[in-house]
């Protein structure tokens, strides 16, 4: 599973021993597997900023996961075809042991072997500068990935807009990827030279009587330039003056003449807006797709730090001073264990808050004081961690 929950008990002897009971029991049903999260000690200042900071940290941690799924769908969306892949991109740089950081991790390595980047976010800075940071960073991934998109966006709906024109049927399709300047009388004062589109069980019957429609028609002037599964495009050639009485003739008989006139300048002009539109289209492809990967595995990380940071907040909130917390890292190993390994988790640490370990088992009980739901509230401190960035 991609899913991850993150707790923290206090740290004395009593509550080490749960632990290790949560572990046994864990491990001996099979329901998740847990591994310590080392969290640095950091400077906590007053209680007061300490709640200033754990409203602060709610709302980044919020903001960074939509960042991180933002940016997950748009290497879904550049990638296009190749959207089964898009998942072998979405990595984290491998952490600070010296044989992995040049590597790149999948998430989940990244979050069971998680250490806190020293030199990134110092943890001797006060705390709200760390989370500064952090904000800042993630600010202005997030600015530049809203003009990075938008930018290849704005080419790519350019392009399918004029390859939709290359699309559909002979009566709406652009025509100028199909004729030649050889298919029509050009430059001539009395001729021209119409687009007919004739249904296929009507060909006979238009190679008959298109001589006949109306006078001035040039004899063995018809040719056929395409068809699709309806129809097939031709060319006829007739004095300017009968237009009208030659198109009023073709549709008594089923025949439609396509208002298309050849303009080699405008054609040109088209073929060029096409060409450099997907000339442009793979030049922003790879440094997109590079800048992408990139920081996504930055804003992941950012991530992870900030769910520390919340981990470490909370704690000291919960728990009180002197810091003494261990922090540890479940992850479920299915979805149906889910509510087996709550109840574990309440029943060893129910000592922590005797009301909220009763309330999660009678709804009906209120917490005093409490904010949250009683569904968001258990008596050790938890965090939710789901990789599942693509569904």
């Known amino acids: ?35 310590k999260f080392a969290i640095p000690d950091f400077k906590v200042g007053t209680l007061d900023s300490l709640v200033g900071l754990s409203d602060e940290l709610g709302k980044l941690d919020t903001f960074a996961e939509s960042l991180i799924r933002r940016m997950a769908q748009s290497v879904v969306e550049v990638m296009e075809d190749s959207k089964g892949k898009a998942q072998e991109h979405l990595l984290a740089n491998g952490g600070l042991k010296e044989k992995m950081k040049c590597l790149k991790i999948d998430l989940t390595s990244f979050v069971t072997h998680f250490e806190w980047d020293m030199a990134k976010y110092p943890a001797k800075q006060p705390l709200v500068s760390v989370v500064d940071t952090i904000a800042k960073q993630l600010a202005q991934i997030e600015t530049d990935l809203k003009s990075r998109t938008a930018a290849y966006n704005t080419l790519k709906t350019n392009l399918e807009n004029l390859e939709k024109k290359s699309m559909g049927n002979l009566f709406t399709r652009t025509l100028s990827d199909i004729v030649s300047k050889e298919d029509f009388v050009l430059g001539s004062e009395y001729l021209i030279t119409l687009l007919v589109i004739v249904p296929k069980p009507n060909y006979s019957q238009w190679q008959k009587t298109y001589e006949s429609l109306s006078d001035m028609v040039v004899p063995r002037s018809t040719k056929l330039i395409t068809e699709d599964k309806e129809g097939g495009l031709f060319t006829v050639t007739l004095f300017r003056k009968v237009i009208e009485d030659f198109k009023s003739k073709a549709r008594e008989n089923k025949f439609t003449v396509r208002e298309f006139y050849y303009d080699e300048k405008e054609i ?40 520390a940071l919340r981990v470490f907040v909370e704690s000291v909130l919960r728990y009180g001073l002197p810091v003494n917390f261990q922090a540890v890292l479940l992850q479920p190993h ?58």
């Open 334 to 391: 299915k979805k149906s264990s889910a509510k087996r390994l709550r109840e574990v988790l309440n029943s060893v640490f129910r000592h922590l808050d005797e009301v909220a370990a009763t309330s999660i088992l009678d709804a009906s009980v209120e917490i005093p004081g409490l904010q949250l739901s009683n569904q968001d509230y258990f008596p050790y401190v938890y965090f939710h961690i789901d990789l599942s960035l693509l569904d």
């Open 268 to 307: 040109k002009r088209e073929r060029e807006e096409m060409a450099r539109l997907l000339s442009d289209k793979k030049q922003q492809y790879g440094p997109l797709l590079r800048w992408l990967k990139v920081n996504f595995s930055e804003a992941f990380i950012a991530w992870i730090h900030i769910k």
């Open 1 to 35: 599973m991609s899913e991850f929950w993150l707790i923290s008990a206090p740290g004395d002897r009593e509550n080490l021993q749960a632990l290790e009971r949560m572990n046994t029991v864990t491990s001996k049903s099979n329901l998740s597997y847990n591994t």
